[in-house]
């Protein structure tokens, strides 16, 4: 038996709120969108959404800076991995792992729902 609730979707929560970060800003989207009670998943729905879309503005944003562009977003890839990394295992675990500013903001959003 898990000791995991069982999200609105079925899920238990630690494995909808991992896959929230598996597919990235997609897996954010669905469960916003799928999830009805869960705060533990729409907490990292929303984190998901505004960290990855966060760093997808940056990547497109470096694309305008001439000559360390490429490098601040070969640098940005690697950081935003293993902020991917952490954050699906720390989910998985069933922690409630906040981002610096992005974690707060989807606190803040997460009481608005």
Same mark, same amino acid.
Not at 25 to 32: D, S
Not at 85 to 95: C, D, N, W
């Given at each position: #038996?898990?000791? $995991?609730?069982? *999200? ?11 896959? &929230?970060?598996?597919?990235? $800003?997609? @897996?954010?989207? /669905? $469960? ?5 009670? *869960? ?8 984190? *998901? ?6 760093? #997808? /503005?940056?990547?497109?944003? &470096?694309? $305008?800076?001439? %000559?360390? @562009?490429?490098?601040?977003? @070969? ?7 293993? #902020? ?5 295992? *720390? ?7 906040? %981002?610096?500013?992005? @974690? ?10």
């Amino acid at each position: #038996m898990s000791p $995991f609730f069982k *999200s609105s979707t079925g899920l238990p929560e630690n494995i909808a709120a991992t896959l &929230c970060y598996l597919f990235a $800003f997609i @897996g954010g989207i /669905v $469960f916003l969108a799928l999830e009805k009670r *869960s705060r533990f998943v729409l907490f990292h729905a929303l984190q *998901s959404v505004l960290g990855f879309g966060a760093v #997808m /503005v940056a990547h497109v944003l &470096c694309g $305008f800076i001439p %000559l360390i @562009g490429p490098l601040i977003a @070969g640098l940005l890839s690697i950081l935003t991995f293993a #902020m991917w990394i952490v954050l699906l295992f *720390s989910s998985l675990q069933g922690k409630w792992l906040k %981002l610096p500013w992005i @974690g707060d903001l989807a606190e803040k959003q997460l009481r608005h729902l």
